[in-house]
């Protein structure tokens, strides 16, 4: 994604379109959402920072590690705050069409 230059915003574009992906694809094969969601989620996963942060935990600097970790998690913030707006703009969506079929 060379649009981005920052990390976390990859995290949370990548986040916004495999959750809209799973949403799409989970109503139109009628399966839970969540079985989508982990097999996408596993290479978003920070490994190479967690591994490098593990490296200066052992060697004994645990600022830099720290410092990974601080953005370890912030990746995995933008990832799961995309999940959780994507989630909730189809429920709010839902409800609104059923609403609306109701009325009729």
């Known amino acids: 994604m060379g649009f ?4 976390n915003v990859r995290a949370f574009v990548s986040g916004l379109v495999y959750s809209v992906l799973s949403e799409v694809f989970g109503r139109i094969l009628d399966k839970p959402v969540a079985v989508y969601y ?12 967690t591994f490098v942060m593990m490296g200066e935990f052992v060697n004994g600097d645990r600022i830099a590690a720290m410092d990974r970790l601080a953005e370890i998690l912030c990746i995995c913030g933008m990832i799961a705050l ?15 069409k059923k609403k609306s ?3 009729r």
Request: charged share 25%; no cysteine; hydrophobic share 60%.
């Open 82 to 96: 995309a999940i959780l707006l994507v989630e909730t703009a189809f429920r709010i969506f839902g409800d609104m």
């Open 4 to 7: 981005f230059d920052d990390l």
């Open 38 to 49: 982990a097999p996408v989620l596993v290479p978003f996963v920070p490994g190479k920072l």
């Open 101 to 103: 079929l109701r009325e």
